[in-house]
């Protein structure tokens, strides 16, 4: 199997920053695309931000200048740098990577998630 562990989460106040990472561990052949998602309280979970293997992002609108999403493939570990945070950022962050487990089978795997939370 895949352990995805976060950490990195916390209480910031408005225009602060944090930096979460995320190591993958496990059943490991491939690491593919890799990403980060959150869910605010009685929303649905939307994308944050994506990078492939290859190092190709994608962010959320609403983080676009803001976030910056990398990966290091040698430590199987994904940051999500978060800067200029606002109260609309709060919400518990999960980690997301599609892992080859073998040449043939793929899986999608999860974090536990982290609470990030912005308040004066």
């Known amino acids: 199997q895949v352990q995805l562990v976060e950490s990195g989460g916390g209480l910031v106040q408005p225009g602060g920053s944090l930096r979460l990472s995320c190591a993958a561990s496990?059943?490991?052949?491939?690491?593919?695309?890799m990403g980060w998602y959150r869910q605010a309280p009685g929303k649905q979970r939307e994308l944050v931000a994506a990078?492939?293997?290859?190092?190709?992002?994608n962010y959320a609108d609403s983080v676009k200048g803001r976030f910056t999403i990398s990966r290091d493939n040698a430590k199987n570990t994904v940051y999500l740098q978060m800067n200029s945070l606002n109260s609309e950022d709060t919400a518990v962050y999960y980690c997301?990577?599609?892992?080859?487990?073998?040449?043939?089978?793929?899986?999608?795997?999860w974090g536990q998630g982290t609470q990030v939370t912005v308040s004066s």
């Open positions: 496990g059943s490991i052949f491939r690491l593919n695309a």
């Open positions: 997301n990577a599609v892992v080859s487990t073998t040449i043939s089978i793929r899986g999608n795997f």
């Open positions: 990078i492939t293997s290859g190092g190709s992002t």
